[in-house]
């Protein structure tokens, strides 16, 4: 597995919007809330996430194929190298679409095998939706994504980083939700970020494991 992309890549005023940064918030916040002692971070990206974490007293490893981008550990998750339940938490976000989906098993095998309880994932999501957004006296801010079917979804064809996305022709959301599922995984909640919905957020529970939060 090589890089795909340049490092300046994550640190271009185009790469970290508005909206990117409304989905770190979400990156942390699913994160922390599940309380964890220690988390493991596959694909830094530029490193926010994991900074914050850090600070925030959170045991945070980071792990990369890129060594350019100076992760803790060099490697991929296709073959993570650490030991069955080493962190409580493992987080992998935007990273899976870069690899061949028939690699995807392999992969969350890998994420599950190095987690002790939780791992929580995103995923790009190209479904089209409309935002609804109002203000209602009293009963304050109503916020909701609804979906718009398509007839015929797009195809998808290597764009030199993405493998596949949910949503393109052969990857319907219910069978990404399955195949995780059939990794040993149960959801606990999945959801798409209102002000980007192309980022597609899976919190799991390793199945067998105790949920704490």
């Not at 530029?46 to 850090?54: A, E, I, P, V, W």
């Not at 006296?137 to 979906?147: E, I, Q, W, Y």
């Not at 718009?148 to 069978?175: C, N, S, V």
């Not at 059939?182 to 798409?192: L, P, S, V």
Request: aromatic share 12%; charged share 25%; hydrophobic share 35%.
């Amino acid at each position: 597995m090589k890089p795909q992309v340049q490092p300046a890549h994550y640190f271009e005023n185009a790469y970290d919007s508005k909206e990117r940064f409304i989905s770190y918030w979400h990156q942390i916040n699913e994160i922390t809330n599940c309380n964890p002692h220690s988390v493991l971070e596959v694909g830094i990206g530029n490193g926010l996430t994991s900074y914050y974490l850090k600070q925030r007293g959170i045991n945070s490893t980071t792990l990369d194929v890129d060594r350019r981008l100076h992760p803790d550990i060099s490697g991929s998750v296709l073959d993570l190298p650490f030991r069955d339940k080493s962190f409580e938490l493992v987080a992998c976000f935007e990273v899976l679409e870069h690899i061949p989906y028939e690699e995807l098993p392999q992969a969350l095998n890998e994420l599950r095998r190095v987690s002790q309880r939780h791992v929580i994932i995103s995923l790009p999501d190209c479904n089209r939706v409309y935002s609804l957004y109002f203000q209602i006296p009293m009963l304050g801010t109503l916020k909701r994504l609804v979906s718009l079917p398509r007839l015929r979804p797009p195809q998808h064809k290597f764009d030199g980083e993405h493998y596949w996305e949910i949503g393109k022709a052969g990857y319907p959301t219910q069978k990404i939700l399955q195949d995780v599922k059939n990794a040993g995984f149960d959801i606990i909640k999945t959801y798409r970020v209102f002000e980007v919905p192309y980022h597609h957020f899976i919190v799991l529970n390793k199945r067998g494991a105790s949920v704490r939060g």
